[in-house]
Nanobody, 120 residues
Framework: QVQLVESGGGLVQPGGSLRLSCAASGSIFRINTMGWYRQAPGKQRELVATITSSGSTNYADSLKGRFTISRDSAKNTLYLQMNSLTPEDTAVYYC??????????????WGQGTQVSVSS
């Protein structure tokens, strides 16, 4: 059984910063690509950023320069540093990971989500 647990969400004022974390635990042989997605009220879930096992990153064009994705492979943990937040960043942020539980088993997992609210 694999679990992804996000933390670090909360309420922040416009212009503020937050750092999200996502810890993977359980039966893990290898963690491949990891990513952050978000879903605002009434909207579809959208990509925020991804990072491969070798550290290559990909960002949604609209978020480049404000958000930074990183990972600590030794801790099986994914991070998202979010700066210069605006009310448009308000959403539930989800962690996603492509995980191999063995050499024969590989699938995508989702965390439960963490709420980020940007408001004065």
């Amino acid at each position: 059984q694999v679990q992804l647990v996000e933390s670090g969400g909360g309420l922040v004022q416009p212009g503020g910063s937050l750092r999200l974390s996502c810890a993977a635990s359980g039966s893990i042989f290898r963690i491949n690509t990891m990513g952050w997605y978000r879903q605002a009220p009434g909207k579809q879930r959208e990509l925020v950023a991804t990072i491969t096992s070798s550290g290559s990153t990909n960002y949604a064009d609209s978020l480049k320069g404000r958000f930074t994705i990183s990972r600590d492979s030794a801790k099986n943990t994914l991070y998202l540093q979010m700066n210069s937040l605006t009310p448009e960043d308000t959403a539930v942020y989800y962690c996603n990971a492509d995980i191999s539980a063995s050499v024969f088993s590989r699938r995508a997992y989702w965390g439960q989500g963490t709420q980020v609210s940007v408001s004065s």
